[in-house]
């Protein structure tokens, strides 16, 4: 077992040896621009970013001509949202989202309400998912649009697509979800789910960063966007830019890895999160599991340890790479506006940790970060004036605590 | 966030964890912070009363290794002390004892502040029982 483990796949992902070894070449000897219509370069270039378009397009259901390359989910969503808002002002102004959703899209839905859109921001439930009556409600004539992510980054809380997106084609909205983090975790279909617009990342896929792509409807209906960037007019018009071939080529390798395990990797995955879910509950009281279990990713166990601040517990297992939902581990020094969404307190919110588990970790490695975490969680509790306050009876909330500075 | 040696040892070797008794006139408590904030520090003082002397101190923490580490630090820096020499101790002395970054200064503060609290809280104490004699 190698020292530090890596248990935050939700972050970010290595490049798969397959992925790498398939885009190595086109860093060298096929450097071609696979704009260049009149040789074999660019042709070389061209060939192999049509064979990567086939192969993201495979693995959603969709048909390679629909698969437009970006820099990323960033850029997808921004394309995707904005795009649709101009394109489509004429028909109506008002966007649907969610609390939970991912920064890239709540500022980009920020940002055109100072342009005149109207925003709406559908809370969650305890269990993190949204409400489908309250959606069906907030539809108006006006509405463009409906952007709800697949799988969310902090809690792997899977939205109901498939009712998503048929609420939204019976009412004539578009429908764009996120699916940053699903795409090539759990079976992703635009057409069974009914979608008109998903963003993809390849480094959340074992695909290397900066390379991403955004699905765009061609039938049924045919979704149009104005374009974010103008220059060349490449990828239909709708992102110009050099295609950055070598990136491309690594998210159609990565897509192709991820199709091929598919039917038993998020099986592998449930077991071993299972099995680090059952340890931590087993040696540990006061502990709770954030969003629902059974609309969840397979790798995406999000919990928290009462009484023990995030950032004192990751520093206690710093050999282990996991993440935070507390503020000292966030830039704003605010907790997680995403558990604060789904009704978990501040404090509790405090207490949260990520762990994001992926292809490369194994049975040994869980159990390992299942000590560390219990052995650093009961020597913080031992520190800690509230687990002290906890265990004598005393009621936490009944405390008025001093606050102001 | 890296963290300094500084804070690191005490994180990894706290001092004077635990607690003193509450209903002890000779004892001090201070707490500050909140949960929600995510800093809840309480730190407890034994103080001689014919001296002023603080001879114990004992503190417990819920915060990041900052905290801890402001915490630990307090009360290994009140222990022999007068009350008021403890209560010259300034957040900066701590801030720059520990290598804290800016955004961790409040930790230095909340643990300056818990000085304070259980100082005040002595003394209230020792107010209420010169009272009764």
């Known amino acids: 077992m190698k020292i530090p483990i890596y248990m935050d796949y939700h972050a970010t992902t290595p490049v798969d040896p397959r992925v790498l070894e398939a885009m190595l070449p086109f860093f060298s000897e096929q450097f071609g621009n696979a704009a260049s219509r009149n040789h074999s370069f660019g042709w070389e270039a061209e060939r192999a970013v049509d064979r990567a378009r086939n192969e993201v397009a495979g693995l959603i259901g969709a048909t390679a001509k629909e698969i437009v390359f970006t820099s990323g989910a960033t850029e997808s969503n921004n394309l995707a949202i904005k795009g649709v808002a101009e394109m489509y002002a004429e028909r109506g102004n008002h966007i649907i989202t969610a609390a939970t959703e991912h920064k890239a899209v709540l500022d980009t839905c920020k940002r055109l309400q100072k342009h005149g859109c109207q925003v709406t921001i559908l809370p969650v439930g305890k269990d993190g998912l949204v409400d489908l009556d309250l959606l069906r409600r907030s539809i108006t004539d006006k509405t463009i649009l409906i952007s709800i992510m697949h799988a969310n980054n902090e809690t792997g809380v899977l939205q109901p697509l498939r009712e998503i997106g048929r609420l939204a084609k019976e009412r004539g909205v578009l429908f764009h979800t996120d699916a940053t983090q699903a795409v090539g975790k759990v079976p992703v279909n635009v057409i069974e789910d009914n979608i008109d617009l998903l963003s993809i990342s390849a480094h959340k896929m074992y695909g290397p960063k900066g390379v991403g ?193 | 966030m890296s963290y300094s040696e500084k804070v690191l040892d005490h994180y990894n070797n706290p001092r004077n964890v635990g607690s003193l008794d509450k209903s002890d006139p000779t004892v001090g408590t201070g707490m500050v912070g909140a949960p929600e904030c995510g800093d809840v520090m309480k730190l407890q003082l034994k103080v001689n009363p014919e001296t002023g002397v603080i001879e114990d101190a004992r503190f417990k923490t819920f915060g990041c290794g900052s905290a801890i580490a402001s915490s630990s630090l307090a009360t290994e820096w009140v222990k022999g002390r007068t009350l008021d020499q403890a209560l010259a101790i300034k957040n900066t002395e701590i801030v720059s004892e520990l290598s804290l970054p800016p955004v961790k200064i409040h930790c230095s503060v909340l643990a300056e502040d818990a000085i304070k609290a259980a100082i005040n809280d002595y003394r209230k104490k020792q107010a209420v029982e010169g009272d009764a004699k």
């Open chain 1, 213 to 405: 792509a955004l699905y765009v409807r061609r039938k049924d209906p045919r979704v149009q966007l104005t374009a974010q960037m103008d220059g060349g007019g490449h990828e239909r018009g709708m992102r110009s830019g050099t295609l950055n071939v070598t990136g491309i080529v690594g998210l159609g390798a990565a897509c192709a890895v991820c199709r091929q395990q598919m039917p038993s990797e998020p099986v592998r995955l449930a077991g071993l999160r299972d099995r680090l879910r059952a340890q931590l509950e087993a040696g540990l009281d006061d502990v709770r599991v954030n969003g629902s279990m059974e609309h969840r990713l397979p790798n995406n166990l999000n919990m928290s340890f009462a009484y023990v601040e995030g950032e004192s517990l990751l520093m206690g297992i710093k050999d282990v790479a996991v993440s935070s939902g507390s503020a000292c581990t966030s830039a704003t020094l605010e907790p997680s506006y995403v558990l604060k969404a789904m009704g978990i307190s501040d404090e509790l919110a405090h207490t949260s940790i990520r762990f994001g588990l992926g292809r490369f970790n194994t049975e040994e490695e869980v159990d390992y970060v299942a000590a560390r975490v219990m052995e650093t969680v009961k020597k913080l509790r031992e520190l800690s004036p509230l687990y002290e306050m906890a265990r004598a009876g005393v009621d936490l909330k009944s405390i008025t605590w001093h606050t102001e500075r």
